[in-house]
């Protein structure tokens, strides 16, 4: 494929206070070979201006700013259409890389042709821009009633995960893709055209179901603890089992996010889920879905007021699901 190495899809919206450290991790890359695309998502906040000032002298750079605020789905999704790139990294606002990160993670590309995304050593970024040593995120772990966790959440750095190994997929601050997967997992857009990320989910939980997608495929993502980068990961905390831990980590998200969270969860297991996987797991995942829909009776009803709009995206969703599950069974029979 013609072009750089590596294409860098970074989409801003009001990221003024962590792109000064995003920008700058990417300029200390030990590969250079890069072309990054910037899409701005209608900021407010100066981010455009902070773009171009920085980005005044990159041959590489390429600033796209949108009119509205096109979801993190749909705006990663032009950049992956666009890319010339044998592999393309979806690079969050609030993320700084360690110098090494490219070259770790396309080293292993290229070493393992049956891997579709590389998951890297991620630590958190505090507010103030320190680089702290507890861990954001080693990768994304599916549990048997269907809750997706950040691998190694909370934990100190050193404590767990120093092994490269295989996840179940690539957590969404800073994944490095095969561009060839990525297309081979697209789905048909609704209203026409294809996408790669969902574009009904706008945004979260978005990189889980492609991990997912992916996987349903045939493809593999693969841990890299050499590739480091740091997260600002707003309000989590450790992804404890327990149902107090589970309510004292709800209690610190945004309600908006827990709302388009829990109806883009329902999307992606209609997309996703096979028969006998879910008939086989179904105690854990009824159990959790009854305990769920408790507690937001009680201490969020208002949780429910995405269910219209979850209504409307099912067939949308069934869609794609029927397009997937085509393309699974062909490759099975081959």
């Known amino acids: 494929m013609a072009g750089p190495r590596v294409t860098v899809s970074l989409v801003t919206y009001n990221g003024v206070r962590w792109l000064d450290g995003c920008l700058a991790s990417l300029?200390?890359?030990?590969?250079?070979?890069?072309?990054?695309?910037?899409?701005?998502?209608?900021?407010?906040?100066?981010?455009?201006?902070?773009?171009?000032?920085?980005?005044?002298?990159?041959?590489?750079?390429?600033?796209?700013?949108?009119?509205?605020?096109?979801?993190?789905?749909?705006?990663?999704?032009?950049?992956?259409?666009?890319?010339?790139?044998?592999?393309?990294?979806?690079?969050?606002?609030?993320?700084?890389?360690?110098?090494?990160?490219?070259?770790?993670?396309?080293?292993?590309?290229?070493?393992r042709p049956a891997v579709a995304a590389i998951q890297g050593r991620i630590r958190r970024l505090e507010p103030g821009g320190t680089r702290a040593d507890v861990l954001d995120t080693t990768g994304l772990e599916m549990r048997r009633d269907r809750r997706f966790v950040s691998r190694s959440q909370g934990r100190l750095d050193g404590t767990v995960h120093d092994q490269a190994g295989s996840v179940f997929g690539a957590d969404g601050p800073a994944p490095v893709y095969r561009t060839a997967a990525l297309r081979d997992a697209r789905l048909p857009r609704t209203g026409g055209g294809w996408e790669v990320l969902d574009e009904d989910f706008f945004m979260y939980k978005e990189d889980v179901d492609l991990a997912w997608r992916l996987r349903r495929l045939g493809w593999d993502a693969w841990y890299e603890p050499r590739a480091v980068a740091w997260h600002g990961r707003g309000a989590a905390g450790p992804p404890g089992d327990g149902l107090l831990a589970i309510a004292r980590s709800n209690r610190l998200i945004p309600r908006w996010i827990k709302q388009v969270s829990w109806r883009n969860q329902r999307l992606m297991q209609l997309k996703n889920e096979s028969l006998s996987d879910y008939?086989?797991?179904?105690?854990?995942?009824?159990?959790?879905?009854v305990l769920s829909l408790g507690f937001i009776l009680v201490a969020d009803p208002r949780r429910l007021s995405v269910v219209p709009g979850l209504i409307r995206l099912l067939p949308s969703a069934a869609r794609k699901r029927r397009y997937l599950w085509r393309r699974i069974r062909a490759r099975r029979a081959t």
């Open 27 to 111: 300029r200390a890359q030990t590969l250079d070979d890069y072309e990054l695309i910037v899409r701005d998502n209608a900021s407010t906040d100066g981010t455009v201006e902070l773009l171009r000032s920085r980005l005044a002298d990159d041959t590489r750079a390429r600033i796209v700013e949108s009119p509205r605020n096109l979801g993190y789905a749909a705006a990663h999704n032009l950049a992956v259409h666009a890319a010339r790139s044998e592999f393309v990294l979806l690079l969050n606002q609030d993320v700084e890389l360690d110098g090494g990160f490219l070259a770790a993670a396309l080293e292993t590309l290229d070493e």
């Open 279 to 289: 008939l086989r797991d179904l105690p854990w995942i009824a159990r959790r879905e």
